[in-house]
């Protein structure tokens, strides 16, 4: 994950300040505000050359927006400084929080895995554990395969990235490599690029050309226990 890491600084013993992301606009963005961003992209999913997942779309959106449900609605964690502690408590309310839907749980479950992949395996023994036990016991459950899953999660992974970026108000480029033909198997990778309230990926992957949304900051100063909301507007554009 060398774009996300490229953010990150793991487990620095820095005092933890104010939310998830702190952006140059000196708002705060709360996880599950950058969450809806992700979950936008993901409903408008599929064209021509760009296959839907085969789940069930309305779980698939919602295993989206989930896909960091163990912070929380309005959390004050800072993404860029998160202890170990911290780190270990969000993925396991991550794994824990569990939803009626199955389906999207495990759409959840590995996004969640993903990211453990980014720390030391030492510290993430116990929590890969209980992950793979959850996971094992949940693909059980439910008529559909790991493959399906798979290609889903590469959707939500280029969903998060894009969210991720654009939260923190940066200019930013990415790619990540996504299963175009969900018959064949053969992987394209999608570029995205985020310039202002601009959001672009080439090849375009989504249902619509344009589409416009917004998500909810706030202002940095008195938050979490103050909460003085700003609209923050979005722009998918496929050219």
């Given amino acids: 994950r060398t774009h996300r890491l490229s953010h990150l600084r793991c487990y620095e013993n820095v005092p933890t300040l104010i939310s998830m992301f702190i952006s140059k606009r000196a708002i705060i963005t709360p996880q599950f505000e950058h969450a809806k961003l ?52 969000t993925l396991r309310q991550g794994i824990l929080k569990e939803s009626e839907d199955q389906i999207s749980n ?19 023994k116990e929590i890969l554990s209980l992950l793979n036990i959850s996971l094992s016991r949940k693909l059980k459950a439910v008529k559909i395969s790991q493959e399906d899953f798979m290609f889903a999660d590469a959707i939500t992974e280029i969903a998060d ?10 200019n930013s480029k990415g790619s990540v490599e996504i299963i175009q033909d969900i018959n064949s198997r053969k992987k394209t990778k999608v570029h995205f690029s985020i310039k202002g309230s601009v959001i672009t990926m080439k090849p375009w992957p989504l249902s619509v050309d344009n589409y416009k949304g917004f998500i909810i900051g706030y202002e940095r100063k008195g938050y979490p226990q103050q909460r003085k909301p700003h609209m923050i507007s979005f722009i998918l554009k496929s050219r």
């Fill in 38 to 89: 992700a979950a936008v992209i993901a409903s408008l999913w599929g064209n021509k050359q760009f296959h839907k997942p085969r789940l069930p779309h309305d779980s698939f959106v919602k295993g989206v927006l989930f896909h960091d449900r163990g912070f929380g609605e309005h959390d004050h964690y800072n993404l860029i400084s998160l202890s170990k502690k911290e780190r270990l408590h």
């Fill in 161 to 170: 990235d894009i969210a991720f970026d654009f939260a923190l108000g940066e």
């Fill in 106 to 124: 495990i759409l959840t479950i590995l996004h969640i895995k993903r990211l453990i992949a980014m720390y030391p395996p030492s510290d993430m």
